[in-house]
T-cell receptor
Framework: DAKTTQPNSMESNEEEPVHLPCNHS???????IHWYRQLPSQGPEYVIH?????VNNRMASLAIAEDRKSSTLILHRATLRDAAVYYC????????????WGAGTKLIIKP | NAGVTQTPKFRVLKTGQSMTLLCAQD?????MYWYRQDPGMGLRLIHY???????AKGEVPDGYNVSRLKKQNFLLGLESAAPSQTSVYFC????????????FGPGTRLTVT
């Protein structure tokens, strides 16, 4: 199964953009890229997902490399409430249940 | 609209005891999932269900059983608890549509001594 690699932690200043990287060099052509985040002592929360093209929603943007071996989650203007663990997850296109979770990136926001 | 709720929030068991965790959702979702999360790690899928009356094994099913007798409820059972099952358990649900957004409950923290 394809795996993802993320930095253990990152720091950013409040009200600045944040770029969270994810490597998935063994991704297959039908794997979707999902991002979830988990605030302290809460269940995970869906952020965004994509297949090949860049995606935008009210929470974030997802930039996918042309070869799909890496992607970047972009928070355009981080707030203290964005401090969480961010998970980059692959989902097989032929499976409707299996999400392969890594250890995630702990995002620290400095006021 | 409560979303996904889990009962209980905390529980301490002795080795060998049994218990059932209850997950309920009021969003009329077809799919439901049980995950466990160990410290510093991502989630691992235990069992899942694609509809009422159906269940299937996930990545780490050993030592757990599940039932989905009603569409809105998904039960996770531990027949004989072991210290290795100390973890935080999350339930999630989603629609059968193409958005694939999973909605998670607040979690149950289980300690087995």
């Amino acid at each position: 199964d394809a795996k993802t690699t993320q930095p253990n932690s990152m720091e950013s200043n409040e009200e600045e953009p944040v770029h969270l990287p994810c490597n998935h060099s063994t991704i297959s052509g039908t794997d979707y890229i999902h991002w979830y985040r988990q605030l302290p002592s809460q269940g995970p929360e869906y952020v965004i997902h994509g297949l090949t093209s860049n995606v935008n929603n009210r929470m974030a943007s997802l930039a996918i490399a042309e070869d799909r071996k890496s992607s970047t989650l972009i928070l355009h203007r981080a707030t203290l409430r964005d401090a969480a663990v961010y998970y980059c997850i692959l989902r097989k296109g032929d499976s409707n249940y299996q999400l392969i979770w890594g250890a995630g990136t702990k995002l620290i926001i400095k006021p | 609209n409560a979303g996904v709720t889990q009962t209980p929030k905390f529980r301490v068991l002795k080795t060998g005891q049994s218990m059932t965790l209850l997950c309920a959702q009021d969003m009329n979702h077809e799919y439901m999932y049980w995950y466990r999360q160990d410290p510093g790690m991502g989630l691992r899928l235990i069992h899942y269900s694609v509809g009422e009356g159906t269940t299937a094994k996930g990545e780490v099913p050993d030592g757990y059983n599940v039932s989905r007798l009603k569409k809105q409820n998904f039960l996770l059972g531990l027949e004989s608890a072991a210290p290795s099952q100390t973890s935080v358990y999350f339930c999630a649900s989603r629609t059968s549509g193409r958005t694939y957004e999973q909605y998670f409950g607040p979690g149950t923290r289980l300690t087995v001594t």
